[in-house]
């Protein structure tokens, strides 16, 4: 529920709400070390920034991605790199309670990073995204390796064409919210179906409205991360469902990126988060322990890799990245909780391992035929 203070609503923060901070922490705490390496210039742009709090004061999106830089253990060693924090939201009172939240952060903070800079935004995605890119176009210049965080509320304001425009360059991320439950809901309604067309690109979301239940549900979450991959020609996706208390699947998260280190680290996170490797966060279960954290089922791996690596001899490097693309697994349940086990069971062997059970670089793996 909304509660109001003159113009401002700060909402409160569901558990899924929650879970996405959580990812995205996660995420960042990755990405910046590994995307500061080589570049002396990232940006993080979060494109629908919202008020900065909650209704209980938990921080919101663009807090979090400022805390996980400037807090980060490594951030001393990023002294090098410059990181352009751009946030955007179209309410005014939001932005301004946002602006006096980064203005007593930056107080508190003393002296601030000279390398962290932060700029806000009022205007519609669409506008401050078009802006910037006819401006970049203007100056024949490139955007620096940019993520960029896409989370609106609702179908109407995140063109495929957009999204497009604003990561096509090689180092663009992209996490986006897609409104799962509204989409199944008016795909063959026929009063939004422009905004729908603009969404995903394409019209053939119409054709979900032949469909019912799992399948229309099925459909428009495949039809959605096929653009993505087309229209915006992203080759990496990972989705992730997320569920309100009554167990309607409300938004999917959507990772995009053309590196295979970005998605293992966003594969590590979101299995953090929901452990059982189904890539979904329930509200109904959020208090609730999680038995299996410890021990993550790895059989479908295995039985997946003894399949496709028949008959093989490959390197830990291959069936790492392999992996990380193809299947749902992140690297780090490849070794100890995978090859280890395999190995142990007689399953494979390995011509040039010093210490069995330890697959360092270089380690070739033998698969038996089939
Ligand atoms: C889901 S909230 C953002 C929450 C925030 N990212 C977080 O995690 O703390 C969406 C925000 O987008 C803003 N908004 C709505 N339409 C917009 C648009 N077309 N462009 C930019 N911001 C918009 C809303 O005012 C709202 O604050």
Redesign the pocket.
Known sequence: MPTSTSALQLWDRPPH?AA??SL?RTYLGAWFPIIAKFNRRVIYY???????Q?ESGE????L?ALDTLINHSYFAQMSETEFIFLF????PA?SENLGKIIRAMKETDRPWPPNVKVSIES????E?TSSMLDGLDERKARLAPTFA?V???GV??TPMSILARLTDYPKGELLV?FAHEAVTRFCGAGNIDEALTDLFGTDEYKDASLLNGMQRSQYVHDLYKRQLHETCKFPYIQSFAMYDHRGKRLYDLFYCTRELIGLDRMKGAMWKIAPSGDFSFRDRFANQEVIFSQSIDTNPLQIHLLQHFAGQAVTIESIVDHVIAATPYASSHVKRFTLAKMQTAGQITSPNQKKKNSYPDGTIIVFPPT
Not at 46 to 52: E, H, I, N, S, T
Not at 59 to 62: I, K, L, Q, T
Not at 123 to 126: C, D, H, L, R, S
């Open positions: 709400t996405k901070h995205l979060d494109a629908f920034a919202g008020p900065g909650y921080p919101g999106s663009p979090i955007n939201e179209k309410d939001c205007k519609t995605f669409i401050v965080f989370d609106p509320v109407k304001a919210y």
